[in-house]
């Protein structure tokens, strides 16, 4: 190999590095943004949780509004009987 040749070489490598520094620093960038997205995801999920759970707290539960439904339906009945 002539020192030209080596040369050249040493440029052509040292362009590969700077490409593939280059081309790390955009996949780096990119997973940086991916985990900022997921953190984001995962707040909005937890935020979601929490509402939900204060819904399903702040509801009336089903058989005790069907035990008050049936009560009155049987005071109208005695009613009706008693007349």
């Known amino acids: 190999m002539t020192p ?3 040369g050249q070489l040493l440029i052509e490598l040292e362009r590969l590095r700077g490409t593939v520094d280059a ?15 997921g953190d984001q995801t995962d ?7 929490a509402r ?8 009336w539960p089903l058989p005790s509004l069907a035990a ?6 049987l005071g109208a ?3 009706q009987l008693a007349r």
Do not use: I, W
């Open 4 to 6: 030209t040749e080596s």
């Open 23 to 37: 081309g790390f620093a955009r996949v780096d960038g990119q997973l940086a943004l991916l985990v900022q997205r």
């Open 43 to 49: 707040k909005q999920l937890a935020d979601h949780e």
């Open 52 to 59: 939900l759970d204060a819904l399903e707290k702040s509801r």
């Open 68 to 73: 008050l439904v049936s009560l009155g339906a």
């Open 77 to 79: 009945t005695l009613y």
